[in-house]
């Protein structure tokens, strides 16, 4: 299907109305006496000319269900469910050329012109911010940071080498190479060579880059920064070998300065688009912050592993691919992974911000003599099961169901299961061999008997037991099975008489009792086959106590 731009101009600025629906354009002065219909249209894109008052530097951006506008500044972006829109600086409306009016978007002049220095310039992903400058004439690979590629992006879903970028005469030609999702120009797939305009957008994994015509104000270079490849492209390297230029005061901290806590040092550093605000709390793997997107101010959890991880490029890879799977599952009760990646030494996921507190915090207050909750009990194993009857229809385990990894939101009590897919992210790694003794003697009283047993089969039945194990804690202020040492804690777990969580807390219904009890079956028969079988012996629970779930 060849591309064909189409030109509307308006006579009556005050009075100018056009809409678009299934394929049919109606322009006119108002949405009930449209002037003209031009149908069997697919538009892609569309650029406007605004006048915008000399006093205003923005333009205000409202969205159905949103209170507060989004704020489109000169340069900046703001992406909408199905769109995304960019007010372009006056130096980007000048530069960029619109294709002839009969002309293919993939038959665009044989040059741009442009006589400035040209770049591009991520605006959104991991590398977002950065900037690569491009040759006047030669041939430059995009890919995956570490490649043999002269554009390194730090971008999971990016090929080794996924495009190259022919320069000659002024025109930027892609071609696209490899990648699984393809390689795209304004959200376009391409299948062959075409040029990349000025303002337009090349999409390589989940990585934006905006080409751009300089003079650039923001850029550092320095004659001793530039190397030139053995294509004799020359290119500008910034001081940490990365492949990046950053703008002044953007790029990483220098070498000279004070090393302390590692994750300390973290704070007030950005990664990929995430600033890091402050730390909320370690773990065994990484520590876990709340940052901001810089895009879209949205607050996020950001967990950044250990930099013992990855190890190997194994490792990274199985990083990308449990990611993958993770992602895109949305439920009430898992917290959602909205972003992942590499940035420098740091492998991390940006998750949902969930405010609130983990089940930890609050076993931990009724262990101090708090007055526990059955009902709040209750309310934890249904929310739970609800999410592990999805992951379980999509045949995944948790397989790390622990105090510290189920969150408590304040606001409407809804229980958040975190840490999707990390067990099996890590089990293999060489930062897992590190850590894995504290792990397990922090987590060993809330797993399964197949899991702490030689040789046992662990499936979604375990899941199930840790649930019952969180639902004691939760009404008893300590886990179902306590020792002195890990040997005896396995022995009770593997061996020993598991009580009712009633012989501690008096007021504990007998049928929420018997529900706690069947999940912590030590015979995986003997439990729960399913999640949904335990919402069904709940309901009448929930009903007979009003209780709100």
């Not at 980007?92 to 993939?106: D, H, T, W, Y």
Request: hydrophobic share 40%.
């Amino acid at each position: 299907m060849a591309k064909k731009t189409l030109v509307i101009e308006s006579s009556n600025h005050e009075r100018f109305f056009l809409a678009l629906q299934s394929g049919t354009l109606q322009i006119g002065d108002s949405p009930t006496h449209p002037e003209g219909t031009v149908r069997l249209l697919r538009v892609v894109r569309i650029r406007c000319e605004v006048d915008v008052d000399e006093d205003r530097d923005s333009i205000p951006v409202d969205q159905a269900g949103v209170i507060s506008p989004q704020i489109l500044f000169a340069g900046t972006e703001v992406h909408l469910k199905h769109a995304h829109l960019r007010l372009q600086s006056t130096a980007e409306s000048s530069s960029a050329v619109a294709p002839a009016l009969s002309g293919s978007a993939s038959e665009a002049p044989a040059s741009i012109p442009s006589s400035g220095p040209k770049r591009l310039k991520v605006t959104d992903g991991g590398d977002q911010g950065r900037s690569f400058a491009l040759p006047d004439a030669g041939i430059v690979s995009v890919g995956k940071a570490g490649g043999p590629v002269e554009i390194g992006l730090h971008d999971l879903y990016v090929a080794k080498i996924h495009c190259t970028l022919t320069i000659d005469n002024g025109t930027v030609r892609v071609t696209p190479v490899e990648g699984q999702n393809g390689t795209l120009i304004d959200n376009q797939k391409i299948a062959r060579s075409q040029i990349l305009m000025p303002g337009s957008v090349l999409r390589v994994g989940n990585s934006h880059l905006r080409l751009e015509v300089g003079p650039f104000p923001d850029e550092l270079t320095a004659p001793e920064s530039a190397k030139t490849n053995g294509n004799g492209v020359t290119r500008a390297l910034p001081k940490d070998g990365s492949g990046v230029m950053h703008a002044a005061g953007s790029g990483p901290r220098s070498a000279t300065h004070k090393v302390g806590d590692p994750f300390v040092e973290l704070v007030d550093q950005t990664l990929g688009q995430y600033h890091i605000d402050r730390l909320l709390g370690r773990g065994h793997s990484g520590a876990v912050f709340q940052a901001t997107n810089t895009k879209t101010a949205q607050l996020v959890a950001l967990k950044v592993l250990a930099t013992e991880f990855p190890s190997s490029p194994a490792e990274l890879e199985c990083f990308a691919q449990e990611l993958k799977v993770a992602q895109p599952i949305r439920h009430a009760n898992l917290v959602a992974i909205v972003g992942a990646g590499k940035t420098s030494t740091h492998c991390w996921i940006a998750r949902e911000f969930v405010e609130g507190e983990s089940a930890s915090a609050v076993i931990a207050r009724i262990a101090e003599g708090e007055k526990p909750s059955w009902t709040r009990a209750a309310r934890v194993v249904v929310h739970l099961a609800r999410a592990l009857d999805l992951l379980h229809q999509h045949r995944l385990v948790h397989g790390n169901i622990t105090p510290r990894n189920v969150l408590l939101q304040t606001s409407d009590h809804a229980t958040k299961l975190t840490d999707l897919r990390l067990a099996e992210i890590l089990a293999r790694s060489q930062l897992h061999e590190k850590v894995k003794e504290k792990k397990l003697l922090a987590e060993l009283a809330y797993l399964a008997p197949e899991q702490v047993a030689a040789g046992g089969f662990v499936d979604h039945l375990a899941d199930l037991y840790a649930v019952g194990a969180l639902a004691y804690a939760l009404c008893t202020g300590r886990p179902p099975v306590t020792g002195q040492s890990p040997a005896e804690i396995r022995a009770h777990i593997l061996n020993g008489h598991m009580s009712k969580p009633s012989l501690v807390y008096k007021k504990i219904p007998a049928a929420f009792d018997a529900v706690v009890l069947k999940l912590l079956a030590r015979n995986q028969e003997d439990r729960y086959q399913s999640a949904s079988a335990v919402l069904v012996d709940l309901a009448p629970l929930a009903e007979s106590h009003d209780l709100k779930l």
